[in-house]
């Protein structure tokens, strides 16, 4: 059947002129007009389509629109009818640009308008799971994602099917902007203002949330499990770029009307998506869901190179005659797939190799994508793909399929011989007549190629202009503007107290005090969190507002303006109260440094970021003054770190300054307003001085060490432990005994000096002042303390492709594969190292802080490291000051400042800096767990010739169904080699083992005729080897060999190496087996 051509209705006749080369078809429409054409005629024919395609199917009461257009079906999900909603309102920005519209153009916004408010009905209705999430983000706490097209009421249970997914509730978002910024009123009041802002909430944190993704399956194995997914966090990030500092009122609205972002959340969405593309997650190595993220509508992606990468990958991965494939080895649909089964069985997935379903859908986002970026060839070439996998209806309307399948009886032949057999499309009865989604598409993607409507009007919010042309689209608040390729920083330098400002003064460095910058006030950024906490309340819907969480540095770039004040905010590096590491100045410095570059780097707002550096009288004394006196130069003459900054009074700094109008704490009568508190200046007596200590360094000697043995004073009476609390001058045995009496007697037990909790703290802040490390350590793990930045510097190493283990050397770890909330990794670092030794608990916290900013900075100190075990680090970190001789006490890298510690760590982090022998060579890198590169790609190839698999330290990793269910280059598979070697006890054994599979490797790919018959146990392998290499010894040195340090020291290759016993080892093994021969070997005689 013909399809019906829009330009051409004989129903209608109209004496409207032709409009324009502007309104004629483009060369890739599917119909054939005339040159001239009636614009209302065309427009009339689109409304017939998509009221025969999309409206006839909308619900009269909820808006919404049903998964299935055949049969009784009651599910609408929420992704489905927003692309519903996108496809009626592209018809009726097209149907503005005429005068006499009968009607039409009302009709058309007000049914998308339906939708849009039937999903917040849905969704409001829902509002104590949105605070649940906020709490408690979990897939059982989400907002669910298939509703009662005819009620709204929610469907399906928790268990039943994967409702977690963020990038729904963000699309969500996003075309609520773009909808209201084209002039549609969507949101109607207060109540519904603040669940939207709720929802950002929830979606800020995206960048650690896994979820079921678009496909509602998780993982790649359909087993459960969540994954974090870059189609996901993309779509977060634009949205949240979209919404930041919009007015939901539109140009009607007022202040109480805005959404606010928080933008260091944002950043951290847009570091992590950067970190995970072109991947779609662990298991996905591509994924057809990127299209979306990438392209129309999200437009995700800021770096042209990145984008190129991506669709490439997707495009050469996926794409075949009848569409795209989802994913490799997606059984979705597929004749092999058990519909009965929600989840599929182990290696099932291996089934669907090469027969996976493929989606005309995709096709059409590319056809959009070509539209928005200019690209005719590519409009020309997906459009000429789609059209003969169009169907018609019988008014001649195109039908986009939902997939084309294999048939059952043509699944061998085309595993035999890929793309050689054709494919047919989805039953209705199974999926519907109408695939509502890609309808929609369709509509948007032909009224684009037709141009009756251009990519500006379809995207009001400038989602797909490049960041060196985007533009503040909200009115009065902040948003993401341009990009500008070299910000300069202003920056404030305050000064605690007035004898401090003096005494820097004479050093040439001018700075302010709190009390001379009034009115202005200074906060600490928990002040401005306690202001954000009011932020979203709304007591109807039981909303509490604001999670309690950080502001960041970006956030405290901007001036606030609170009720009638003026407020700047320090960051959260000056905030003693954060975590014991910012005691320490050196590494205080190295903060700044890196907070100026990441401001530098990520700041989009038209005015200048404004960064108070606060500058204590602690920071001056002893050693600390010097490299104070040069940063605060540095800041005098204009550079830091690389960074430009403008050093300038408080007062002339804020007239370029970012403002944001916290006007969401207007207080009603009834309410009580909220009390702040202050940055306050210290007070002195007049002419005091400030006392400096010796600028000598402090030696090692000064460090104070305990005069008792913890484990003994465990079971010492309480009245024993008092006395000596009172005779002991050591911090950090007060610490330690105040901690056996908090554990004991509880935190309120009243001692001489007051309660147990509040003494403990007290010599917190002794030991802080006195830079006694060892003490504070202590201290800190006691109260046990977490890092407010614990949590993105974990998330941080997870998007590089990394896992994180936390526990003692030796001791049972836990690893980390997934990002978790600051509450969840606290309860496991003091779970897993406080029982063994408490100091671990805050050292472990030290690391990943510190492993976090240098992977991403300096990612090449980490090739070959696939999982970050932190015990191991310190383990090895221990071992490197052992090397290096000397008398140093064994808890000597506790009594390390923590800009020492990271000074060590970028010491044995250093690949062969120093001439180290093999044993330390080895030690270090099976510490690191560092690999050769192509390591996991061995064992995948030895596994291929392994049918029983390979044994180490008794953990078993099988051929099937690994190579079933994974490819060589997922990362799940390296993972899942490293949690095979994951039981070895000591890092050289484990590097020798590392090297012995390499020789395997090496020698199976020598000899393809040779394979192991039996499994392959590398312990036994290890043991062979050795045994060699301790006769070679008696009989070539006389030297009777007792353990293997000998065979850790000896080097690889060479005459004698590791490497020779060991592929000795190898080839007697496979000379044991069977040898697999051709019919082409030469040995063999015919």
């Known amino acids: 059947m013909e399809v019906i051509n829009f330009d051409d209705n004989p129903t209608y006749t109209h004496n409207h002129k032709p409009l324009g080369s502007v309104y004629e078809p483009a060369k890739t429409v599917l119909t054939h007009a005339p040159e001239e054409v009636n614009l209302l005629d065309k427009l009339d024919g689109y409304y017939r389509f998509v009221k025969s395609t999309l409206l006839n199917y909308q619900n009269a009461a909820t808006g919404l629109f049903p998964t299935k257009t055949v049969g009784k079906c009651d599910h609408a999900r929420v992704r489905d009818c927003l692309y519903c909603a996108a496809g009626i309102w592209a018809v009726a920005l097209a149907y ?6 009968k009607g039409r153009t009302h009709e058309l916004e007000y049914s998308a308008i339906k939708c849009m408010r039937g999903i917040l009905y849905c969704y409001m209705r829902q509002a104590d799971k949105v605070e649940n999430f906020k709490k408690h983000p979990s897939p059982s706490n989400c907002l669910h994602s298939v509703f009662n097209v005819h009620t709204g009421d929610e469907l399906l249970s928790y268990d039943k099917y994967g409702h977690l997914q963020i990038d729904a509730v963000s699309l969500f978002l996003l075309y609520l902007v773009e909808m209201i910024s084209s002039g549609l009123q969507i949101i109607y009041n207060t109540d519904e203002v603040s669940f939207i802002q709720n929802l950002v909430f929830c979606v800020e944190r995206s960048y650690r949330r896994p979820d079921f993704g678009m496909w509602e399956r998780g993982s790649k194995y359909n087993n459960g499990s969540t994954e974090l997914h870059s189609s996901s966090v993309g779509m977060a990030k634009s949205a949240l770029e979209a919404i930041n500092g919009f007015n939901l009122f539109g140009n009607q609205g007022c202040s109480w009307s805005v959404i606010f972002v928080d933008f260091d959340a944002h950043n951290r969405n847009r570091q992590t998506l950067c970190s995970l593309l072109p991947r779609e997650s662990r298991s996905h190595n591509t994924d057809a869901a990127l299209l979306p993220c990438i392209s129309y509508p999200a437009f995700a992606v800021d770096d042209d190179a990145l984008f190129d990468q991506t669709m490439e990958k997707v495009v050469r991965k996926l794409r075949g005659t009848y569409g795209m494939k989802r994913f490799l080895r997606d059984g979705y649909r597929t004749r092999l797939e058990d519909q009965s089964r929600r989840y599929y069985k182990p290696a099932e997935i291996k089934l669907f190799d090469g027969i996976e379903c493929e989606f005309p859908l ?26 003969p996998l169009l169907h018609h209806s019988y008014e001649g309307f195109a039908k986009v399929p939902k997939y084309y399948y294999v048939p059952a009886d043509f699944i061998e032949l085309e595993k035999e011989s890929p793309g050689s057999q054709k494919r047919f499309p989805n039953s209705s009865a199974q999926d519907g007549n109408l695939f509502l989604w890609g309808q929609a598409l369709y509509i948007i993607a032909k009224l684009l190629v037709d141009e009756l409507i251009s990519p500006k009007e379809l995207d009001p919010c400038k989602r797909y202009i490049p960041p060196k042309e985007q533009r503040n689209i909200s009115m009065r608040y902040s948003n993401q503007g341009l990009a500008e390729n070299d910000v300069v920083v202003h920056v404030s330098l305050i000064a605690e107290s007035q004898r401090l400002q003096v005494f820097l003064n004479t050093f040439g460095i001018q700075t302010q005090t709190p009390q001379q910058v009034e009115p202005i006030q200074i906060w600490p950024q928990q002040e401005l969190v306690k202001a954000y906490l009011h932020l979203g309340v ?8 604001r999670p309690n969480r950080p502001v960041g540095c970006i956030g405290t770039s901007k001036l606030y303006r609170i009720l009638g004040k003026t407020i700047v905010c320090y960051p959260i590096v000056f905030d003693l109260s954060d975590f014991y590491m910012a005691q320490d100045v050196m590494l205080l410095i190295d903060d700044i440094k890196n907070l100026l570059l990441f ?19 602690d920071n001056i004394k002893g050693s600390r003054l010097n490299p104070i006196l040069d940063m605060l130069a540095a800041f005098k003459n204009g550079m830091v770190g690389g960074v430009k900054v403008h050093v300038d009074r408080l007062q002339t700094l804020i007239s370029g300054a970012v403002v944001e109008q916290l006007d969401f704490l207007r207080i009603s009568e009834e309410e009580e307003i909220p009390q702040f508190q202050g940055f306050e200046e210290l007070e002195f007596p007049k002419h005091s001085k400030v006392k400096r200590k010796s600028s000598i360094a402090s030696i090692p000697s000064q460090v104070e060490h305990l005069d008792i043995e913890p484990a003994e004073w465990m079971f010492s009476s309480t009245a024993d432990i008092l006395n000596k609390l009172s005779e002991s001058n050591s911090l950090a045995t007060q610490a330690v005994l105040l901690s056996i009496l908090l554990k004991r007697e509880g935190p309120n037990f009243i001692t001489g000096e007051g309660l147990v909790i509040d003494r403990l703290e007290k010599v917190y802040q002794r030991s802080g002042s006195r830079k006694n490390w060892l003490a504070l350590r202590y201290s800190a793990a006691y109260l046990e303390l977490i890092a407010a930045s614990i949590a993105p510097n974990i998330t941080s190493l997870l998007v590089h492709g990394k896992q994180v283990t936390i526990g003692v050397f030796g001791q049972e770890e836990e690893v980390i594969s997934n990002p978790l909330s600051p509450t969840e990794i606290k309860n496991i670092v003091y779970t897993k190292c406080a029982k063994h030794d408490v100091r671990d608990a805050v050292l472990q916290q030290e690391l990943v802080i510190h492993i976090g900013w240098l992977i991403s900075n300096s990612p090449e100190l980490f090739h070959g490291m696939l999982k970050f075990r932190i015990g191991w680090i310190i383990h090895a970190m221990e071992h490197a000051l052992a090397s290096r001789g000397g008398d140093l006490p064994a808890d000597y890298l506790y009594q390390m400042s923590p800009s020492d510690v990271k000074k060590l760590l970028l010491d044995i982090l250093q690949p062969d800096e120093k001439e180290r022998s093999w044993l330390n060579r080895r030690h270090l890198d099976g510490s690191l767990n560092r690999t050769p590169k192509g390591f996991y790609d061995r064992v995948w190839q030895i596994l291929e010739r392994t049918a029983e698999g390979i044994r180490v330290t008794e953990k078993h990793l099988p051929q099937q169904p690994t190579l079933s269910d994974m490819t060589m280059y997922e990362m799940n598979f390296s993972l899942l080699v490293e949690d095979t070697l994951q039981d070895i006890v000591q890092p050289e054994y484990r590097q020798i083992i590392v090297e012995l599979i390499m020789v395997v490797s090496v020698m199976l790919e020598r000899n393809p005729e040779l394979e192991f018959v039996a499994e392959v146990n590398l312990d036994n392998l290890v043991k062979d080897a050795f045994d060699e290499f301790k006769k070679d010894k008696i009989r070539l040195e006389h030297i009777e060999v007792q353990g293997m340090q000998d065979f850790y020291q000896t080097p690889p290759t060479g005459k004698r190496g590791t490497a020779s016993y060991l592929m000795k080892a190898v080839m007697n093994t496979l000379l044991e087996g069977d040898v697999r021969t051709s019919v082409d070997d030469p040995c063999v005689i015919s």
């Open 96 to 101: 503005r640009r005429i005068d006499d519209d």
């Open 362 to 387: 995709f096709y059409i986002y590319l056809v959009i994508d070509g539209v928005f970026r200019g690209n005719t060839d590519q409009v020309n070439e997906y459009m000429n793909l789609l059209e």
């Open 538 to 545: 709304n007591k109807k819907l039981n909303l509490s507002g």
């Open 599 to 617: 401001i530098k780097q990520y700041w989009k707002m038209n005015r200048r970021p404004l960064f108070l550096v606060l500058i204590r009288e």
